[in-house]
């Protein structure tokens, strides 16, 4: 068994993946409204906002673990245009679809409305988010990868 070499504590087994519950722009809605507003699935959901619909697909953003070779994941909400949203549920189409990132993945700072494309794999897999490239924090985590130590700060954010 390994220990981190800053802490001192073993983060094997630890849960790697978050699962945020709800796009921000579902999320800012008073609870009571919601039901009249927006549909949510455990994938998908539509938010109608005034005169239009707005799309949300969920989908897994990896960061990559150096340490051991695995990664973090963040399972999150990824707008995109209606197309491609009946596409995507359709499992149909191979290149990647563009959409925005539309939640705030904490603790990374002003992360909705990152531009990422979206790339189908298996069916029972959630599409893989991959962060458009921006000079945001997030966006080096996963094109650099994050230590060991820094997924267990992560799980941290939300015990």
């Not at 993946?17 to 999320?27: C, G, K, R, T, V």
């Not at 995109?80 to 549920?89: G, I, K, P, Q």
Request: with cysteine; charged share 30%.
């Amino acid at each position: 068994m390994s220990f981190c070499a800053l802490c001192g504590e073993s983060h094997a087994g630890e849960t790697r993946q978050l699962h945020l519950l709800l796009p921000e722009p579902i999320f800012r809605i008073e609870e009571a409204d919601r039901d009249g507003r927006a549909w949510v699935g455990s994938d998908s959901a539509v938010l109608r906002d005034r005169e239009q619909e707005r799309f949300f697909v969920r989908g897994l953003l990896e960061l990559p673990v150096a340490d051991d070779a695995g990664s973090f994941g963040y399972s999150t909400w990824i707008e995109v245009d209606e197309a491609a949203f009946d596409a995507l549920r359709e499992s149909r189409r191979n290149e990647p679809f563009a959409g925005t990132l539309a939640s705030e993945v904490h603790p990374y700072a002003f992360t909705e409305g990152l531009p990422v494309q979206i790339h189908l794999r298996d069916v029972d897999v959630l599409p893989l988010v991959e962060l458009d490239d921006a000079d945001h924090e997030l966006v080096r985590a996963q094109r650099n990868g994050i230590s060991a130590h820094r997924a267990h700060e992560l799980v941290a954010t939300v015990a």
